[in-house]
Structure formats: C-alpha cells, structure tokens
C-alpha cells in the first residue's frame, strides 16, 4: 500500500503552485485556476488522511464535497467579476486593477 | 330717633363703621373711579359725610353715656394669639371715651368741610411745569411770556410749560380719603399699636400730598423748594420721630404685656410700677429716669416729629408747598393734631408719679420746655413771613405748642380743649387762605386776559401781591376775620379765647415762667394775625391781579361759613363754672372721666384771664395801626423791617434754621458719604478687595490658559499629528495590488510559521 506520505507531498506540491500561480500569474483567470489547484491540494489532503486515519468516519468525504461545492461557487463568481472588470476596463492583467489605493 | 333705640352692641359696631367709609372711598376711587373727576368727588364726599353721621351718633350716645369715664364705649377682637391663652393674646379694638368723643367731633367735622372745599378747589388752577427732553422743541426759540399753553424759558435756563392743576383730582380725593381713615383709625383706636398704624397711614399720605403736584417747578427760582422735595423732607423727619416713638411703644409692651390705653392708663398697678421702676438702673448720671420717664420721652419725640415741634419743626412750613386743603386738614387740623391727641391720650403715663402741685416728671419737664419754646420760637418767625400759608403754618407749630406746654405743665383739659378749637379756627383759616389764593390766581387770569403783563414768577401765594381784597372776596374775607380772631383770641366772643385763656390760666396757677412766655406769645399771635388780615384785606390792591381777584364757588365758600359757625361757638362749651350762665363748665366734666382721678377745675382767677383779654386786645391794636389804619402801598417794604432791622432779616429766614441743618445734616452726611463711605470703605476696601480678587483670578487663569494652550492642547495635537504622519508614511503600503497583499501576507504567514516552529520544535 502506498504511505500517506506521498499522498502528502503530492498535497503540498500542488499547493506550492498553487500559491506560486497566485503571487506570480498577472492573468486574473490564471490566479483564479491556481486557487483551485490549493483547494484541490487540500481537498487531497482532507481525502488521505480519511482514507488512512479514520475510514470509519464519513467527515473526510463530506468537506472534500463541500470544498468543490464552495470551490464551484467561486470560480464562478470570480468569473463573473472577472467579466465585469473586462468590460468596464478591458483588461484581465490583476496588476492594472489598482484603483483601490492610497 | 335712631340713637334712644340702639342696643350696646349696635353702639359698638357703629364705632367700627367709624374709619371705614373714607377707606372703602380710596379703594372704590383707585381702582374704579378715578377717570371721573365728579364721580371720584361724590363718592369721596358721600363716604365722608357717611362718616360724619356715623360718628355723630355715637358722640351723642356717648354724651347721653352717664360715667362714660368708667364705662366707655368698647369693643375688640383677638388680633395676635401670644402666648398660652387668650387673655394674653394681642387685642384691636375700639375705644370711646370722653377724649375719643372730642376727637370723634372735630375729625369727622374738618374733614368734611374739607372734603366738600377740596371739590371746589382742586377744580381749577395751574402751575409751571419744567419740559424736559427734546419733545416740542419748535418752541425753543420763544423769547419770553408766550400766551396760552406757551413754553417759556426762565432765568435758569429751564423750559417751563403751564401744567393743569386740576388734571389729578380724582387721585387727590382719594388720598385725602385714605388720610381721613388713617385720622379715623387713630380717634378710635383702644391701644398704641392700632394708633400707630393710623399714625403711619397719615405720614404716607401726608407724604403723598404734599408732593401732590409733584412736577411742579417755580420759574426764576431753581432753588426754592418744590413739591416733590418738601413731601421727601416731611418723610424722612417726621420718621426720625416715629423711629423713637415705636422704640417707646415696644418698651412699653416688653414691659406692661398689652398696650391697650385702659389697661395701663387706668390702672394705678400698672401706672405705679412704670414710675417706680428705674430705666437704667447702671447709670446713675440720668437722676434716676423711670421706666414710665423713659418711655414718655420717647413717645414725646414721636409728638415732636408729628407735630412740629422744636427742633424737627422744619418740615410743617415746607409742608405748604401741598394743595391748601391738604395744609388745612393734615398740616393744621387733624396730623398735627395727632401728636398733641396721643400725648394727652398718654398723659398719665406721662405725669406718672406726679402729684398736682409736686415736682414734674422728665416727660413733663421736657414737654414744658419744648412747648413754651416752640411756641415763642415760631410766633417769632410767623411775624416775618410773605406767604399767606406760611404765617399760617408757622402759627400751627406755635399753637401745638401751647398745647404740649400746658399738657407739661399738667393743664390735661385745657389742652385737649384747645386741641378742638385750634382745629377747627386753623381749618378755616388754611381754608380762607386757599380761597385768597384762588381769587388772586383767577385775577391775574382775568388781568391777563385784559392785556395785563405779569412777571413769569408771579406768586399768588404772597400776601404783598395782595390787598383790599376784602371787597372783593367778602364771604373769605369775614371768615377768615372771625378764624383769625379766634385765632388771636379776641375776649369772650372766639372759640380760642376760652381754649387758650384756660391753658394760661393753669400756667399761672403753677408754672409762672411758662405763663410769661405764653402770654407773650399770645401777643405775638394777635400781632401777626392782625398783620395778615391787614395785609390781605385791608387798604387798596397793590398788584392788577388782586384788581380782578375774585373766588365764588359755593363748594369753597359753604364750609368756610360752617366752620366760622363753630369757630365762635365751639368754644362756648369749656367756659369756666364762674362765667358760665349754667354754673358748670361742660367740657371739663366731661372730659374729666378721661383720666382715673378726675382733675379738679381751677379756681376762678380773674388776674390770668385779664392778663389775656389785653394781650389779645393789644396785640390786635398793634397789628391795626401797623396794617390796617396805613394800609402799605404797593412796593412798600413790611413797616417791621424797619422797626426790627436785622432781626426781621433773622426771622424772615426762620433763624437760619434750613440753612444749619442743612450744613449740619445734609452736607455732613454728603460728606461723610461721599468721602468716607464711598470713597474710603467702598471705594477703597470693599472694591479694593474684589479688584484684588480679580485679578488674582485674572492672573490665576492666564496661568491656566498657558498650561491648557502648551500641555492639554500641545499633547492633544502632538498626539494627533503624530498619527497622521505615521498614516501619511505608511499609506504606499495599500498600493492596490492584489497579488502584492497576498504576497505579504504569505511572507506573514511563513514567519509566524518560523517562529511557531522555532518555538515549539527547534528551542
């Protein structure tokens, strides 16, 4: 059986590009893809430790569903935004959105 | 008839009823009547009249009384509960005893011939008023005596207008109302208290009326005394007198518990222990003054202010400047009066410890003095006056004097009975004298009319502007004859020939020193009266006004009639037993019951009474052949000038009297005011420790100021700015970029990681 510990690391190696993408991505779309990746990671995370720790419990399962069911409500109203800004300012770089400010 | 009927009871109330109508009159007046000049008169008259009725019924029921002396008629009602029953309590009432039913006869009977002439007189007339401001100033430019309703500017500068007399007359009937109540109260009143609130209402409205006209000014002369200044001078020296007076009063009740007249005046307990107990037992200097010594002289300086007597006798003359009925009925024939009524209503106080024929009490003594002073001091002056009321006052203090000296002297009757005649001969003088003062007001309207120019300071009042107005004003002229006489006491016909021939009588018989200077007064009397009547009716007019003067107003003229009537007839009642066709003399027996031991009538002494018919006779001689056999021409000076030289200037001017208390009061007090108490002690100390007190504070919060604007507002602000500044430089740190704040945020987040790990597994 395979150890946990890759599970994990696979976890964590999602996530670190996951954040990477965040920080490093200028394409608001790409930021919000890469959000999904670190939901995914966890949502792995959440999957491995039920499966390996408590497989009795049904709790592991549960939130990995509501993390897609949260995850698809918000890519879809980061869509929506995302479509918004574009047309008011024709531009998806995340940069160029910066009149929130000083 | 009303009076056979009459149950006690109603007896008593009738005398309660005495004071009340001219009261409810001054009220009904203010408050409703007073924009009505007649109706204002005839309630004022009707409530007076009233009275008059009221009283003489009761005066009948008290003569019909047997022993009223003993049994008087009295009532009254618990007034202050003191103590713990009502024995003790505070008692008002009423009294009429002989004395009271003297009173209750001459009162009631002035006053209404007063009232009915005040109708008449205050009907008419004007005076100068002073304009003051810039109303009407279109008129400035008029040189002199402009015509009716004209400004005019006088030697002071002032513009002056003619004001109308008359304008008032409804206010002034009811303070003569008002004034008749006070005199009420006090005839009726059973105790010292209630006689004393009568006492205070009439000091009011004496006040009141004789700065009646009180926006009355005298063209050319700025500094003669007006209205408004002589009721203010009356006032505040007749108070001097009250003040002690209420001190003997208080003493007296501390003393005694009660003021009621019976219960300490015939009570021989009473009257004893005041003569026998020492006033001030630590000062032996005073010869041993008793308690009832003590407390008369008290009440005699309460006489002296009213009745003005030396040395407060400045105010009466000034008191002239009031309407004459207000002279006539105040200043001559019932304030006055008052005076000399409670020192013979206390007169056994007064003489407690005296026995007829011994040595005189202090109040006693000083009575004496006083009067026999008074009297001479002011028949002097009386001889150098011009103005026709002001002779007349002059006589009135010398006439209540004669009464306060006989009452030193122990003449109890004769005093009281010249108290009645000098009432009713004085009235009707004061009255002749305002109806001679209208005539030759009314004659100089006339002659004005006629295209006769007078002087702006013409004076109606000054008996050198008049002359021969006996054919003009026969009715004034023939009463006033017979109140003067009476007045002079001319023998066996006149009212004051019995009165005054009484008092010189007792003074014979136990004080010659005071008979030689009453009787010289009386002297003087006959003299200056002759010299009035001279100079008033006598010869040819010296002035165009006293050409056309003339007075016919029968509300003038009636009174003036009834009051000579009694004038000669009241003094018929007090003739002595041993002239008397009915060999009694009524009003000494009567009055007699007043006192607890009955005073025994003189024997007859036929030296006193002919020392009397000739002065009398004499002194009217004199004044004829000086005034009325050479009657002066016009611009004639007073022939006594010349006989008396300086004297006369002396006398003209009242001995300087006005003048020293004038330096010695008023000055001094201005002085002592302005120097000391205003500029020392307010000036200097009380302001001088606020301004100290202030500007400590002034210096104590400026310090205040400095730390608020430095410290409290430094650090505030400093704190603020401070804030700012950091915002100002941390403000880059929001630049907008999202990925910028997650960035640091993750930076965050992998610090606290480091430390969470260093702390927990590293360490």
Redesign the interface.
């Given at each position: 059986m395979i150890p946990l510990n890759l599970y994990l690391l696979v976890a964590a190696a999602l996530f670190a590009m996951g954040?990477y993408g965040?920080?490093?991505r200028r394409n608001a779309v790409a930021?919000l893809m890469s959000i999904e990746l670190m939901l995914n990671a966890v949502n792995l995370n959440l999957v491995s430790f039920w499966r390996y720790r408590a497989p009795d419990a049904l709790s592991g399962q549960t939130f990995a569903v509501f993390v897609f069911a949260v995850a698809a409500a918000e890519a879809a109203v980061g869509l929506a935004l995302i479509i918004s800004i574009y047309r008011s300012r024709e531009t998806v770089v995340?940069?160029d959105?910066?009149?929130?400010?000083? | 008839m009303l009076f056979m009927n009459m149950t006690p009871d109603m007896l008593r109330l009738l005398v309660w009823l005495i004071p009340v109508p001219p009261l409810v009159a001054f009220f009904v007046i203010l408050l409703f009547t007073r924009g009505s000049k007649l109706v204002s008169d005839l309630v004022s008259v009707l409530a007076i009249l009233l009275t008059w009725v009221i009283a003489i019924l009761v005066l009948i029921a008290a003569i019909l009384t047997p022993h009223l002396g003993e049994e008087p008629i009295t009532s009254s009602i618990v007034w202050l509960p003191l103590g713990e029953s009502l024995a003790t309590s505070f008692r008002m009432g009423v009294l009429v005893d002989p004395l009271g039913a003297v009173m209750l006869f001459f009162v009631p009977l002035t006053a209404s011939m007063i009232f009915i002439y005040s109708t008449g007189y205050m009907a008419s007339g004007a005076y100068w008023t002073e304009i003051k401001g810039g109303e009407g100033g279109h008129g400035t430019t008029h040189a002199a005596h402009d015509e009716h309703g004209g400004e005019v500017i006088d030697s002071a500068g002032r513009r002056l207008v003619k004001f109308d007399a008359s304008a008032w007359k409804a206010r002034f009937m009811a303070f003569i109302a008002l004034f008749a109540g006070g005199m009420l109260i006090l005839s009726v009143a059973d105790n010292l208290l209630m006689l004393f609130i009568g006492w205070e209402i009439m000091g009011l409205c004496s006040y009141l009326l004789i700065g009646f006209w009180n926006n009355r000014v005298y063209a050319n002369q700025p500094n003669r005394i007006t209205p408004m200044i002589a009721g203010i001078k009356a006032f505040m020296t007749t108070r001097i007198g009250d003040v002690f007076m209420l001190i003997g009063i208080a003493w007296l009740y501390s003393f005694t518990g009660t003021l009621n007249f019976r219960d300490i005046l015939y009570n021989e307990e009473a009257l004893h222990a005041l003569a026998a107990t020492p006033a001030f037992p630590n000062l032996a200097w005073l010869g041993g003054l008793t308690v009832a010594g003590a407390i008369g002289l008290l009440l005699i300086i309460g006489t002296v202010g009213k009745s003005a007597q030396f040395p407060l006798h400045t105010w009466l003359p000034d008191a002239m400047e009031g309407p004459t009925p207000v002279s006539a009925m105040i200043h001559a024939a019932t304030m006055v009066s008052a005076g000399v009524y409670l020192l013979i209503r206390m007169f056994p106080l007064l003489s407690a410890g005296w026995v007829e024929g011994g040595p005189l009490t202090a109040p006693m003594t000083a009575m004496a003095w006083i009067g026999s002073f008074t009297a001479l001091f002011a028949a002097t002056i009386a001889m150098a006056q011009r103005d026709v009321k002001k002779v007349l006052a002059y006589s009135t203090i010398s006439q209540l004097a004669f009464m306060v000296a006989a009452l030193g002297i122990g003449a109890y009757i004769a005093a009281a009975f010249h108290l009645m005649t000098h009432a009713i001969f004085k009235a009707l003088l004061f009255l002749g004298s305002g109806s001679v003062i209208h005539a030759i007001e009314h004659g100089e309207e006339h002659a004005h009319h006629h295209g006769h120019h007078f002087p702006i300071d013409f004076d109606a009042q000054d008996m050198f502007n008049m002359g021969g107005l006996g054919k003009r004003i026969p009715v004034t002229a023939w009463t006033f004859l017979i109140g003067g006489l009476a007045l002079a006491g001319f023998p066996f016909v006149t009212a004051g020939f019995w009165s005054k021939d009484e008092i010189l009588a007792d003074a014979f018989a136990h004080a010659p020193v005071v008979f030689y200077v009453l009787a010289f007064t009386a002297f003087l009397t006959a003299f200056y009266t002759m010299r009035q009547i001279g100079l008033t009716f006598a010869g040819e007019p010296r002035t165009a006004a006293a050409e056309e003067a003339s007075q016919r107003d029968w509300r003038m003229n009636t009174p003036l009639v009834i009051l000579a009537f009694f004038a000669i007839t009241a003094g018929w009642i007090g003739i002595p037993a041993a002239l008397n066709p009915l060999g009694v003399n009524p009003f000494h027996d009567f009055v007699a019951g007043t006192l607890l031991e009955h005073p025994e009538a003189l024997p007859f002494d036929p030296l006193p009474m002919i020392v009397s018919v000739f002065i009398a006779l004499t002194g009217l001689a004199v004044g004829w052949l000086v005034y009325v056999a050479r009657p002066l021409k016009a611009g004639q000076p007073d022939p006594l000038a010349r006989a008396l030289g300086p004297i006369y200037t002396l006398l003209e001017h009242k001995y300087y009297f006005d003048e020293a208390y004038d330096f010695l009061f008023v000055r001094l007090f201005q002085w002592f005011s302005d120097k000391v108490v205003y500029q020392l002690m307010d000036r200097g100390l009380i302001d001088g420790f606020l301004h100290f007190v202030a500007r400590m504070t002034e210096w104590i919060a400026f310090r205040n100021k400095d730390f608020d604007t430095f410290i409290v507002n430094g650090a505030g602000d400093e704190v603020a700015q401070g804030v700012g500044n950091l915002g100002q430089a941390f403000k880059y740190v929001q630049s907008g970029r999202v990925q910028q704040y997650l960035a640091v945020a993750a930076a965050g987040l992998l610090m606290l990681a480091g430390v969470f790990i260093w702390a927990f597994f590293l360490r």
């Open positions: 954040v965040v920080l490093a930021i995340a940069e959105v910066n009149m929130l400010k000083w | -």
